[in-house]
DNA sequence: ACTGTTTTTATGACTAGGTACTAATTATTA
DNA sequence: TAATAATTAGTACCTAGTCATAAAAACAGT
């Protein structure tokens, strides 16, 4: 037994994901000089665990976070949205990721699903530009990740340019958020007073 | 008799910028066929306007990115801390940028003010790990890119786990948010049996 | 038409950070 | 000890470039 420190090949390489989590723009050479091994076993490794080239790591990220960016902060709607009909209903569905998450708890960050609810409410009414005037919401029970958000948002009453939403977020069939929405229409110009 | 279709290099130069801003994922070959040129050419242009080569662009989007989405949705609080008594005072500001607002209005949407909100809720409670119970939001005026947020966290009760958190929000003096908040701790066991 | 200048294209040598493959060496285990 | 697994070495090739040099083409001015 050699009393080298060397370890075995399945630790280093669940390290190796450790890192690559950590910090994806490593190259090989660097890798290799981390784990005190040749860049040929930090290739047959990144090979033997479906790791990426740093080249399409980086074009990965570059994309994906492209996207991210604009899907999680920027985007129209938080989640995805999977049905709607103007006027009278939206569905849409969030998956959370380890970054919506408290890292201790891997408990979802409440805004994560306000936000959800939020813009599935402003999509679903029939308006062209809207704005949250109060909501009153309560979260039910924790989201874990893992889980898979499913809103509901159903415009339930509008009076001049308010619009009266619920929303309803569930995980398994089980309700974890509700929401009540005031959002006020901004389009001035478009008059449509009808039924209350 | 050249019934040429070549534009000026000044133009080509002015086209080739946009289209980096579109798409900047492009290498010089797509770009020389898009530009009717040689890849030489294209070279040229790119270093005359200091625009680095794709691996380069690529490294950026992908580091920046990654940054930005950590710092605004991965954070424990959104904006900045400013000010923090645990159990008596919080203050945080945020600085809204491009991708918090609306295209069309530039009015910030209303999540990001819902989050810096509730972040900073929770970090003025003095409990390890907390989650959002319910909510009681209003929004009082729309806020616009450029104006600066402040908001102010004050815990007015506490009732066994349940901890009451009043969070104002003013741009220049001028409350435009208001939220009551109940958050429950985790610190003990949290019995999630809540009777609807 | 003949220069002069700018613009464009071509060419060759070199680089990083790899892939894909073969072969050899070193460790571990039956 | 032989068989098997793990590691290292080495080669050819690839992409998407860089840098430098040179030649060709286009556009002016006179």
Redesign the interface.
């Known amino acids: 037994m050699a009393g080298n420190n060397r370890i075995s090949k399945k630790d280093r390489q669940e390290k190796l994901k450790d890192v690559m989590k950590e910090d994806p723009?490593k190259n090989d050479e660097e890798l290799a000089k981390d784990f005190g091994v040749s860049i040929q076993t930090i290739r047959l490794d990144r090979m033997e665990l479906g790791i990426p080239e740093l080249?399409e790591?980086?074009?990965n990220?570059?994309?994906g976070?492209?996207d991210?960016?604009?899907s999680?902060?920027?985007a129209e709607i938080?989640g995805e949205l999977i049905d709607l009909t103007l006027g009278e209903q939206g569905i849409s569905i969030l998956e959370p990721n380890e970054?919506?998450v408290?890292k201790?708890?891997n408990?979802v960050?409440?805004?994560?699903i306000?936000?959800q609810a939020?813009?599935l409410a402003m999509a679903v009414i029939d308006a062209d530009?809207a704005?949250?005037?109060?909501?009153?919401?309560?979260?039910?029970?924790?989201v874990y990740l893992g889980d898979k958000l499913v809103a509901k948002a159903e415009p339930v009453r509008v009076r001049g340019n308010k619009h009266f939403v619920h929303v309803k977020i569930s995980v398994k069939q089980r309700q974890v958020f509700r929401g009540k929405f005031i959002l006020v229409s901004?389009s001035m110009d478009m008059d449509d007073e009808d039924s209350e």
């Open positions: 723009f080249r790591r980086f074009r990220a570059a994309e976070n492209y991210k960016v604009r999680m902060v920027g938080v970054e919506m408290f201790k708890t408990i960050r409440g805004h994560h306000f936000s939020e813009s530009v704005l949250t005037g109060v909501a009153n919401i309560k979260y039910l029970r924790p901004l």
